[in-house]
């Protein structure tokens, strides 16, 4: 398990990944998981690093193609696919998705396979808000959940 730390406009990303693809996407403060060691950024796969500052720099679709290596259950699987279809700039609420997925009770345990999801912005889940319009729980916090919606509205400078 390896992981680069990355720049951004919402602060040091720290991506752990291996050869099957991401597995955590870390926020500035949050603890690096146990047995990560430091890879060289210019040596990373599916060029992760540059990928990652293209995704910054406005190119949104640039983290399509980076593999996500998570595990959950068959419906936060479905949840976590579902949500990484929602285009850029577009939001969805947790209700949604659930009918989304063919589960029209299924709001609450959208939120809960959304809140376990461990590659924030790879995995899209800031794109998930409430019913109501509310920027809803978000592990990295509603000011990093705002600045993503704008950035992919095209109005991040507004920050």
Not at 30 to 42: I, K, Q
Request: charged share 15%.
């Amino acid at each position: 398990m390896q992981l680069v730390a990355i720049g951004s406009p919402i602060g040091t990303l720290r991506v752990v990944f291996d050869e099957q693809g991401v597995s955590r996407v870390l926020f500035e403060g949050e603890p690096l998981p146990e047995g990560a060691v430091e890879a060289d950024p210019d040596a990373a796969p599916w060029s992760l690093v540059v990928r990652f500052r293209r995704y910054f720099g406005g190119l949104l679709g640039a983290l399509d193609a980076i593999p996500a290596a998570v595990s959950g259950s068959p419906f936060q699987s479905a949840a976590w696919a579902a949500v990484r279809a929602v285009p850029a700039g577009e939001v969805v609420t947790y209700q949604q998705l659930a009918d989304r997925l063919g589960h029209p009770n299924g709001a609450r345990a959208i939120g809960r396979a959304m809140a376990t999801n461990l590659t924030p912005i790879l995995i899209p889940c800031h794109r998930v808000v409430a019913g109501d319009g509310s920027l809803a729980g978000y592990r990295g916090g509603a000011t990093r959940k705002r600045w993503l919606l704008a950035h992919e509205a095209g109005q991040s400078s507004l920050f």
